[in-house]
């Protein structure tokens, strides 16, 4: 996205079914002319627990627990390494330099995509190297960057969520461009080419089952603070392209009313086995998912917003986020609220006030995830051209008692703060640090 959403890769599907949604941009890292808050002194990092602050000659200050999160996106060199090639010295540099920036904004959570592509940054015995390392999917980097992430991370209480990516495999549609001994290459009947790019067929169990070991690899071996996932399940509508996976329906598909539903049982099934899976393995690691931020508009459902998306988590991703909620099958939801207050097909405030209500009661926390790199971006409409339409956001949301803290998208934009926006925000409402959320019991 010039700078790129966490879609860049479906913008121009989703451009044409949706009125309500911004061009996606990708952005450059840099360090921040603006006022920015100091360093949070003397944080403590343990996995999974609150960061508590020293103040001056190391007496404790009193901190409050929220989410204040960043996503730090790797897919396509997005976020991090700035491109492919770099040393393992440079690498490590640019990611310590994100960490930082995080620190000074008084952030408190990085969401770190880890498997952006069915490949690892972290030495998988399940799948290769990812290629936005080296630039050759499969090559070894020197150095693991997943456990050199935690240790930096939580040396400056930061806590570190994982995120995965469960289906996608590529971003191109030939599998011979994969690695030699990739599992898609070995496995091309779990493979559905679709818009140009390979995904994994989630209709098969097979394949369930190995995305779910591929994942809990990481969370076995590191001391993870969150497992993410965020908002790709079946791929986004692409025009005039079928999902072709009626023969897995056929075989696996007896006794649901419809291919969707089926799709969607599909999907709760990873959720619920993934969920089991990082408590298993790893009690207190919590288990979060930044779904599209409109289940159904409520033309089309009652129980839905007052919005008009184009897009529909429930019927186009066959991601029944609402049920997750309700269910109690996260410990965490942050909704992507990309739009503006007063948009006028998704407004901010509808959404927030919405999937409020969808918490209320349940045992999820919610957080909103927040669109900073459309801050300052003239092509996103006036709204945004405003640097203090992203505190205005966390304003409003305050007013919710069901939201809890906010994540922003991302890494970049962060560091850079083109617009002044993210200056704006900690100023107005991270003037003290927080610590970060622990798992429900």
């Known amino acids: 996205m010039g700078p790129v959403s966490r879609r860049a890769f479906t913008v121009a599907t989703l451009s ?93 959570t990085v969401m770190f995509q880890v498997r952006p592509t069915a490949d690892a940054l972290w030495p998988s015995p399940y799948e290769p190297w990812s290629q936005w390392l080296t630039g050759t999917q499969g ?26 990516n469960p289906y996608r495999v590529a971003l191109h549609a030939a599998p011979s461009r994969l690695a030699a001994a990739h599992p898609a290459r070995r496995h091309p009947d779990w493979v559905v080419p679709y818009g140009g790019k390979l995904y994994y067929n989630p209709g098969l169990p097979e394949v369930r089952a190995f995305v779910e070991r591929a994942m809990l690899d990481a969370v076995e071996r590191y001391p993870l603070d969150g497992v993410h996932f965020d908002d790709y399940f079946y791929p986004y509508p692409v025009s005039g392209h079928a999902f072709d996976d009626r023969a897995a329906y056929e075989r696996h598909g007896g006794g649901f009313s419809s291919r969707a539903a089926w799709r969607r049982d599909n999907v709760d099934r990873l959720v619920r086995e993934t ?7 790893r009690p207190g ?69 919405w999937w409020s209500g969808v918490a209320r009661g349940s045992r999820t926390r919610l957080y909103v995830g927040e669109a900073l790199y459309k801050a300052g971006d003239a092509s996103e409409g006036a709204a945004w051209r405003d640097p203090g339409e992203l505190t205005r956001h966390l304003t409003l949301a305050k007013k919710q008692p069901e939201v809890r803290g906010h994540v922003f998208f991302a890494a970049k934009e962060v560091a850079a703060d083109p617009a ?17 959320p622990r798992r429900s019991p």
């Open 285 to 353: 690691t919590r288990f979060g998912i930044s779904p599209f931020g409109v289940w159904r508009n409520a033309s089309t459902d009652s129980r839905g917003s007052d919005t008009r998306a184009g897009v529909q988590t429930y019927d186009d991703l066959y991601a029944d986020t609402r049920k997750w909620v309700r269910e109690g099958l996260l410990d965490y939801v942050v909704p992507q609220l990309y739009w503006a207050i007063g948009d006028d097909s998704v407004d901010y405030a509808t959404l927030v006030s």
């Open 275 to 281: 969920a089991a899976g990082v408590q298993r393995l």
């Open 139 to 164: 090559r070894d980097p020197g150095w693991d960057p997943l456990a050199f992430a935690v240790e930096e991370a939580h040396a400056r209480g930061l806590a570190l969520h994982a995120w995965f």
């Open 420 to 436: 002044g926006a993210m200056a704006r925000v900690v100023a107005d409402h991270y003037r003290r640090p927080a610590a970060p």
């Open 16 to 108: 044409a079914l949706t009125t309500a949604r911004g061009a996606a941009a990708a952005g450059a890292a840099g360090v921040s002319s603006g006022a920015v808050a100091a360093p949070v002194a003397g944080a403590a990092a343990p996995a999974g627990g609150a960061a508590v602050a020293s103040g001056p000659a190391g007496h404790p200050r009193a901190a409050v627990t929220e989410m204040r999160g960043m996503w730090l996106a790797t897919v396509a060199n997005r976020d991090w390494p700035s491109r492919t090639g770099l040393t393992a010295s440079r690498q490590r540099g640019e990611l310590t330099t994100l960490l930082d920036a995080a620190v000074r904004r008084r952030l408190n």
